[in-house]
């Protein structure tokens, strides 16, 4: 039977791998690990919750220890544009983080899945159809990072024989927890600027393209390679995955098929804008989906009306919450 724990558990991913997790392998079996974020009520109170800073290896150990873990989905991390502006805390959480999970993991015999991502490139990697082996040399440190990441799980696979598995995943899209400061986080922002006051200003210029996913497509991933046949994954860590590839003009027409009124203007950041110029527009998943069957389920039309469904759901139940707080019938 599995034992999971799941580091960085509290952000955007594992606020809603947790939950999945827990109802795949059940309750008791995945340890959810938060670090200085408050947690959601599902991974606080759905099954055992601790705290951890990943750069803590005694602690980590004694955690997988403790719990007697066999799998770690390691999901701590700065972000992209966090990274930017911390690079030295970048490198420390994603790179500290990530040696200490895989000692652990080499000591206690556990498999480690690790997200890489389109930040893995830079600007010399051909944007349009980014072979899964091709030039990486990003220009940030979150990309640094991501790189050196990909090349440590592939080094511990190969000297350890531990069983180190990833994705590289493009922008995620979800609505349960905000994201965590990266360069694709407009594609967030911008629903919820679209059902509140029906305006949205993007730091990205109109025409930039870049990949995106659906978060139950990016859960499914996660799931999905870490149970495939070994003997079928030829690149192991940081397989290509995508969705789909649009620009914030797109993705504003695709919102007004909804709201008709909604309006984007742009007031670019330079620094993003700068970051998202250096990924690739539209990744070649081949690999994955010839290696272990990945295909998504959710393009721009289908994801677009999902989210406004279900966030707006939840905006609404919040609005209510907060009325019967004040008027005191909540
Ligand atoms: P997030 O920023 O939402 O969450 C990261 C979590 O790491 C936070 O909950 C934070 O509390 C925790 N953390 C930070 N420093 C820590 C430390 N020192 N010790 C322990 N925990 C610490 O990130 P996310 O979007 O959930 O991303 C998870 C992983 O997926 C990261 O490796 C990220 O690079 C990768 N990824 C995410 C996206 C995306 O669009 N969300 C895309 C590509 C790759
Ligand atoms: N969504 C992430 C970021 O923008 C991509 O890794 O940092």
Redesign the pocket.
Known sequence: MKRILI????????TELTPALRQRYGTEQVVA?????EPAAQVRSGGPYVN????DKIALAELVRHYKIDTIYH?????SATGEKEPQLAWD?NIT?LFNVLEVARLHGCAVFH?????AFGPDTPHDHTPQVTIQRPDTMYGVS?VTGELLCDYYFRRYGVDTRGVR????ISHT?L????T?DYAVEIFYAALGDQQYTCYLEPTTRLDMMYMPDAIRAAITIMAADPAQLQHRNAYNITAMSFTPAELAAAIRKHIGDFKISYEVDPIRQAIADSWPDQLDDSAARSQWDWAPSYDLERMTEDMLTRLGKKLRAQVSKAQGDEDGSG
């Open positions: 580091t960085g558990a509290t952000g955007q991913i594992g690990v938060g670090h200085k974020k951890c800073d990943v750069r999901l701590a991390a700065l972000l959480v983080g997200p890489s991502s389109i930040g991501k995943y493009p922008g995620l927890a994201p965590g400061g990266g694709t």
